[in-house]
Nanobody, 124 residues
């Protein structure tokens, strides 16, 4: 099992930046992907970005590509989500998730461990 703890959320004006962090513990050597999802009020949770835990590979949703960057620090067992040019529609609770085996990286069901979420609010 993998335990995940997010941090770094907050309130920012449109056009601003935030960096989210997700610290992993437990069976991190078994992780295949670490991803970010978000859920806005009244909407379903949606895929944001994901990164392979070893090797090379990052993937983004169309709505954040070019503005968000996912990266990792394996030594610190931490994944980051750098969010630039934030828009009010980016307002949501952001969740970190870990996948322990190969699956469809856009689907929630591919990820078996989840953090508690961190709130990001972008004001206009």
């Amino acid at each position: 099992q993998v335990q995940l703890v997010e941090s770094g959320g907050g309130l920012v004006q449109a056009g601003g930046s935030l960096r989210l962090s997700c610290a992993a513990s437990g069976r991190t050597d078994s992780m295949y992907l670490m991803g970010w999802f978000r859920q806005a009020p009244g909407r379903e949770r949606e895929f944001v970005a994901t990164i392979r835990w070893s090797g090379i590979g990052t993937y983004y949703s169309g709505s954040v590509k070019g503005r968000f960057t996912v990266s990792r620090d394996n030594a610190k067992r931490t994944v980051f989500l750098q969010m630039n040019s934030l828009k009010p529609e980016d307002t949501a609770v952001y969740y970190c998730a870990a996948a322990l085996r190969i699956g469809n990286l856009w689907l929630e069901s591919s990820y078996s461990s989840w953090g508690q979420g961190t709130q990001v609010t972008v004001s206009s």
